[in-house]
């Protein structure tokens, strides 16, 4: 029993994924003996090629049977829908473009998507993107970010976080201190910036001070060495990125969220001893273990919470960390609401098609 609480206690920080559209036995267990803080959904959790009502109801479902098996009544229910190619729902859920083209329409569509987030019980966007699209060859950013300069990229994300707020949606920036200048994609492996902090201050570091001066209250890491920095950890596990730039110098007393530990860049790492103990350290208080990426099995999760478990039954990770991190967790969640599935009216719909359209066309209309 005292191995199953601490295993829980980690639930406290765990952003878990799903297998598929129902829940498979592994789901179950994860789910009721993690008991996670949050879940991430993909398109593989929700149902394609029906009718909106049919895959509508499916997700209903789903989302109504994870807060069964965690026993929570609150929870994350967070996605990635950045727009472009980083949409996960089925239509009519709507297709708006890369935040690269939306430009002064930024907050009118961010609006619009957390009314559709809303609609599917989603209270968490891992957006906006706070990444610079300063370097054209890069696999994993490029339009993803909002612009190609600091400023196009502080004044745009700013719009679009504030129009998820409007519409009661929390949101994320992300990849701290910054993705859009690597030529790696970490999702495959390591990438490495030979960057300054000063070089960091006068361009990547600028998005995510604007955004933190918005009250912002997440902010996710990136998987990137900068060698620099830190010569031997990634920014994800990097007092020197973490604690002494994000937290000290730019003053973000947010909750800071790990980018996915299913991820090559960082996935090998994790199943080391200790090294969930020196991410606490370094300043993260909440993980990403989508299931998606490394490996749909959930051993990669239950070594990442049992050496969790480790660290603290040995003393490496101290308790007052741990609870602190809890502490800026709960004080989110206390705030963040709850929404009910719910199917969307066909007028709004259409409205929101149609801003979409009109974003597409930049010269005519943005």
Not at 73 to 101: C, K, N, Q, W
């Given at each position: 029993m005292p191995v199953l609480q601490n295993l829980e206690r980690f639930g406290h920080h765990l952003i878990l994924g799903i297998s598929g559209t129902q829940l498979s036995d592994e789901d179950k267990r994860a789910l009721n003996e993690l008991k996670p803080i949050g879940v991430i959904f993909f398109g593989q959790n929700f149902v394609n090629g029906v009718p909106y009502r049919v895959?509508?109801?499916?997700?209903?479902?789903?989302?109504?049977?994870?807060?069964?098996?965690?026993?929570?009544?609150?929870?994350?229910?967070?996605?990635?829908?950045?727009?472009?190619?980083?949409?996960?729902?089925?239509?009519?859920?709507?297709?708006?473009?890369?935040?690269?083209?939306?430009?002064?329409?930024?907050?009118e569509v961010a609006k619009a998507t957390g009314i559709e987030l809303k609609s599917l019980g989603i209270n968490l966007s891992w957006s906006p993107v706070a990444d610079i699209f300063s370097y054209p060859q890069n696999p994993i950013i490029g339009p993803r970010a909002f612009g190609i300069t600091p400023e196009?990229?502080?004044?745009?994300?700013?719009?679009?976080?504030?129009?998820?707020?409007?519409?009661?949606?929390?949101?994320?920036?992300?990849?701290?201190?910054?993705?859009?200048?690597?030529?790696?994609?970490?999702?495959?492996?390591?990438?490495?910036l030979n960057l300054s902090l000063e070089e960091l201050r006068s361009r990547e570091l600028i998005p995510f001070k604007a955004l933190i001066a918005e009250q912002i209250p997440i902010i996710m890491t990136a998987h990137i060495l900068f060698p620099q920095i830190d010569p031997d950890l990634p920014a994800t596990l990097s007092r020197a990125i973490l604690k002494n730039i994000l937290r000290e110098e730019l003053g973000f007393e947010g909750v800071v969220v790990s980018d996915d530990l299913d991820m090559r860049a960082v996935a090998d790492m994790f199943t080391q001893s200790g090294t969930v103990a020196r991410a606490f350290y370094a300043g993260c208080d909440l993980f990403i273990v989508s299931r998606n990426i490394h490996t749909s099995?959930?051993?990669?999760?239950?070594?990442?919470?049992?050496?969790?478990?480790?660290?603290?039954?040995?003393?490496?990770?101290?308790?007052?960390?741990?609870?602190?991190?809890?502490?800026?967790?709960?004080?989110?969640?206390?705030?963040?609401?709850?929404?009910?599935?719910?199917?969307?009216?066909?007028?709004?719909?259409?409205?929101?098609?149609?801003?979409?359209?009109?974003?597409?066309?930049?010269?005519?209309?943005?």
């Open positions: 895959w509508l109801q499916s997700f209903q479902q789903l989302s109504q049977q994870i807060r069964e098996y965690t026993e929570r009544a609150s929870m994350f229910f967070t996605l990635d829908h950045e727009g472009g190619r980083v949409v996960r729902t089925p239509l009519p859920i709507t297709r708006f473009p890369y935040a690269l083209l939306l430009r002064s329409h930024s907050r196009t990229a502080s004044k745009h994300s700013i719009e679009y976080y504030q129009g998820l707020k409007e519409a009661g949606i929390l949101g994320c920036a992300k990849h701290f201190p910054g993705h859009g200048d690597t030529n790696k994609d970490s999702h495959i492996e390591l990438p490495i099995s959930i051993e990669h999760t239950y070594k990442i919470a049992e050496d969790f478990v480790e660290s603290l039954n040995n003393g490496s990770l101290a308790e007052s960390v741990v609870e602190a991190a809890k502490e800026r967790i709960e004080q989110l969640l206390a705030v963040t609401p709850q929404y009910a599935v719910q199917m969307l009216d066909k007028q709004t719909l259409v409205q929101h098609a149609e801003l979409a359209i009109a974003c597409t066309f930049e010269d005519a209309v943005c």
